[in-house]
């Protein structure tokens, strides 16, 4: 289930290789994969993911959110992969919270006003209220 969180980044649960020719129809242009291989039995691999995605002719990136959290570079690197692509991006991780998580951080982190991005999130279903002082202090650049 695709849940928009503005116009240019949804979040999604785990998709499969077969989900990306409808992905890439929806208008999509990138993928962000925020999950590591191997979480759970039955997951597909980033790789096979990653093949769908380029054969579809979308960008792919795999920035994947373990056990140890987010860090610094991952912010880093999903607002580069956001600023890349020149479209709306999908982002996917086991549930979309990673996902929306990541987002939120690197998007502060960009400057944005944290009071927007707790609101895209909760509009699309998802709480960062727990976030919410480490967005403030991303913003102002701390």
Known sequence: MIRPLNDRVAVAPQIRPEDVPAIAAAGYVAIVNNRPDGEEPGQPDGEAIRAAAEAAGLRYTAIPVGREGMSMPMLDAMGAALTA??????????????????????????????????????????????????????????
């Open 85 to 142: 692509a020149e479209g709306p991006v999908l982002a996917y991780c086991r549930s979309g919270t990673r996902s929306c998580n990541l987002w939120a951080l690197a998007a502060a982190k960009g400057g944005r006003d944290p009071a927007l991005l707790v609101g895209q999130a909760a509009h699309a279903g998802y709480d960062l209220s727990a976030l919410r002082p480490t967005l403030d202090a991303l913003a102002n650049g701390q």
